[in-house]
């Protein structure tokens, strides 16, 4: 006979494999090649510090699932439901959604972050329809703490000084300031960037990611 807390579990183990093999897998992006129109080492070093911190909040946030999920499993297999009642989980749903509009209209260059966050509310919202509260509340949790990285991203752009915004979608970020340069990155509409240098018509930048090339000054915009 099934036991009635097999679908929780079922998805909750699911859910803890999926998060163990993301950390596991998990490694820095490789740093872009070196334009021909050689940028500073300073630049270069605050594009990999871009990346490392980037890479640390990843880390961060899929190992806090993992550690979710673990605890979540263990409520299940013991048959505990937790503290929270319905009620609660229920109120913890409509706050992680305010939540994570926020996220998408201060960051919408994160749009497949926000997106994912918004899978795991509807799924949230799914298990809470079938009265598995505990793992209604896993996938809560998972969704909020994608919000808050896209939010400390967001601040972290208004607070530079420095930053631009893509204009256009598909804006090519260029090893060198030329047209016929080679393409190191295909740059989407809304990106921030933060302008290092100039060279007539083109602004040399680093994006979030830690990405570094040569942009035309048209295709940018300021706040």
Not at 16 to 31: D, E, I, N, S, T
Not at 80 to 100: F, K, P, W, Y
Not at 178 to 201: I, K, N, Q, Y
Request: charged share 30%.
């Amino acid at each position: 006979m099934v036991s009635a807390r097999a679908p929780g579990r079922a998805i909750l183990a699911l859910a803890l494999a999926a998060g163990l093999a993301a950390v596991g897998c998990a490694h820095a992006p490789a740093p872009p090649p070196a334009p021909a129109h050689e940028a500073s080492a300073e630049v270069y070093r605050r594009a990999e510090a871009a990346r490392v911190k980037l890479l640390e909040h990843e880390v961060e946030r899929l190992n806090a699932d993992v550690r979710a999920a673990e605890e979540t499993l263990v409520a299940v297999e013991s048959g505990l439901r937790g503290s929270q009642t319905r009620t609660e989980a229920v109120s913890m749903l409509a706050e992680a959604r305010i939540e994570v509009e926020r996220a998408a209209r201060r960051a919408p260059w994160r749009a497949d972050a926000t997106a994912e966050a918004h899978e795991k509310l509807e799924e949230a919202d799914r298990q809470l329809g079938e009265g598995h509260i505990g793992s209604a509340i896993f996938f809560i949790s998972r969704a909020s703490r994608i919000a808050k990285n896209v939010l400390a991203e967001a601040d972290l752009v208004r607070k530079a000084a420095d930053a631009r915004f893509v204009r256009s979608d598909r804006v090519n970020l260029r090893a060198a300031p030329a047209t016929d340069s080679e393409v190191l990155a295909v740059l989407r509409a809304e990106l921030p960037v933060f302008a290092e240098d100039d060279e007539g018509d083109w602004v040399l930048v680093r994006t979030v990611r830690g990405d570094v090339g040569w942009v035309h000054a048209d295709l940018l915009r300021e706040r």
